[in-house]
């Protein structure tokens, strides 16, 4: 199923580099995986 694969895309290849933008790496990692966790 391409379910996970269209996950991914979503986290690191739109949110991650919208964080960037904003944030230092770090805070932005951060900030992403409390994004993941809280979603799953």
Do not use: N
Request: net charge neutral; no cysteine.
């Amino acid at each position: 199923s391409p379910g996970p694969l269209l996950e991914e895309l979503g986290w690191r290849g739109f949110a991650l580099p919208q964080l960037l933008k904003k944030f230092d790496p770090l805070t932005a990692a951060v900030i992403l995986g409390l994004m993941w966790w809280a979603w799953h």
